[in-house]
């Protein structure tokens, strides 16, 4: 089993800069895809409940990253392979950019911005933007 326990999040105003950390623990591995999801307030926890935020794909020698098209430009996906834990640095939020946000990992996936593709999720953490 693999554990995912996020870190980070919180309240910002509108501009502001949040960055959130999701560590992995127990059965890790060396490739595969860790990505980040939110849940829009007033959402259920159906799969169409969450949007796709940005992903990182890794093996042990490179790593490739997609975003959400909202997201392009002011959020960025690391991976720190040595601790095992990814980082969501997040730039000029904005209110939209208000959800609860789920740390997700897969050794491999069908489709990474599919949020059924992945088995093993965070807790979620909050994200509050005042505007």
């Known amino acids: 089993q693999v554990q995912l326990v996020q870190s980070g999040g919180g309240m910002v105003q509108a501009g502001g800069s949040l960055r959130l950390a999701c560590a992995a623990s127990?059965?890790?591995?060396?490739?595969?895809?860790m990505s980040w999801f939110r849940q829009a307030p007033g959402k259920d926890f159906g799969i169409k409940d969450f949007?796709?935020?940005?992903?990182?794909?890794?093996?042990?020698?490179?790593?490739?990253?997609s975003y959400a098209d909202s997201v392009t430009g002011r959020f960025t996906i690391a991976r720190d392979s040595a601790r095992n834990t990814v980082f969501l640095q997040m730039h000029n939020l904005q209110p939209e950019d208000t959800a609860n946000y789920f740390c997700?990992?897969?050794?491999?996936?069908?489709?990474?911005?599919?949020?059924?593709?992945?088995?093993?999720w965070g807790q979620g953490t909050q994200v509050t933007v005042s505007s």
């Open positions: 127990g059965r890790t591995f060396s490739d595969g895809v």
């Open positions: 949007d796709f935020v940005a992903a990182i794909s890794f093996t042990r020698n490179s790593a490739s990253t």
């Open positions: 997700v990992a897969a050794e491999s996936v069908y489709d990474l911005k599919h949020p059924g593709s992945y088995p093993y």
